[in-house]
């Protein structure tokens, strides 16, 4: 199918993203779409996290912006559950260094990982212009319920844009519909994926400490201000506020899942 809409955007100084219909693994169009995105480093090179699905207009832009991906230093998987674009991406950038999730490199066996990116050694490779962190407390290697528990992911942090940009576990809603109001989505907010209210958070009494502390650690150690998630598009300002809602909102529910672990969740 051509499509004529995807063009990259640049969100902020170094920074581009490319909204892209999405597919399920059998090829059908779903109604959400899905995104990749690019840093630029000083170097001049690239960091490309994710892929999507290129048409030959959004071909033409990558191929513009990367020198035919000649500045295509890595290329990154970001959700271990957004990998079907991964092997047509390699086909058109070959010479990019490509690191998956466990997940990615468990599955798809056409493409030459270079390494996980679960290895904090690679992780931390393009310090201290992009972070890359881990959803703590979630399973990562082996995630459970696969089906529907896509919460854990990289989530990136570009610091000359000030931009985090991350997959499912957090969802910008602009506009959300009547069904999402039901569930109290309201509109401009940023949501936790579903699955952290289920199997997403390790079955262990830390687990949720662990994945607040996280969360308290980057909306203190990070500055941003605009965030581009996959699903929900891109939020810009007041994201950190945003975030920090999100998290105030969840409390009574992550109390609960840290007692149903047999554990305690010390909030400050
Ligand atoms: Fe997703």
Same mark, same amino acid.
């Given at each position: ?185 309201? %509109? ?5 994926? $579903? !699955? #952290?209210? =289920?199997? +997403? ?6 687990? @949720? ?35 920090? %809602? ?5 409390? $009574? !529910? #992550?109390? =609960?899942? +840290? ?6 969740? @010390?909030?400050?």
């Amino acid at each position: 199918m051509t499509v004529t809409t995807m063009h990259i955007t640049q969100i902020g100084p170094g920074c581009y993203n490319l909204i892209a219909p999405l597919k399920n693994a059998l090829g059908k169009l779903l109604k959400m779409k899905t995104h990749m995105s690019f840093v630029q480093l000083s170097t001049g090179k690239f960091i490309a996290l994710s892929t999507v699905e290129l048409d030959a207009a959004s071909k033409a832009e990558v191929d513009a912006l990367t020198q035919n991906g000649e500045l295509l230093e890595a290329v990154i998987g970001t959700n271990p559950f957004h990998g079907l674009a991964f092997e047509g991406f390699y086909k058109m950038y070959p010479n990019a260094k490509y690191y998956g999730t466990p997940r990615h490199i468990r599955n798809i066996k056409s493409v030459p990982w270079a390494g996980s990116i679960a290895d904090d050694s690679i992780r931390t490779s393009w310090m201290p212009e992009l972070d890359l962190q881990i959803t703590q407390g979630a399973e990562f290697i082996n995630i459970p319920s696969e089906s529907y528990n896509h919460f854990a992911g990289v989530v990136a942090f570009h610091v000359e844009s000030k931009t985090l940009i991350c997959d499912d576990c957090f969802s910008y809603e602009d506009n959300p519909g009547a069904l999402k109001r039901l569930a109290g989505i309201s %509109a401009k907010s940023l949501n936790f994926h $579903p !699955s #952290l209210y =289920g199997p +997403a958070l390790r079955q262990s009494p830390t687990a @949720v400490q662990e994945f607040y502390d996280w969360m308290l650690q980057i909306m203190q150690e990070w500055d941003f201000d605009q965030m581009a998630t996959a699903h929900g598009g891109v939020m810009k300002g007041g994201c950190k506020e945003a975030l920090r %809602a999100a998290l105030d909102k969840a409390k $009574p !529910s #992550l109390e =609960g899942l +840290a007692k149903s672990r047999g554990g305690k969740l @010390v909030w400050t």
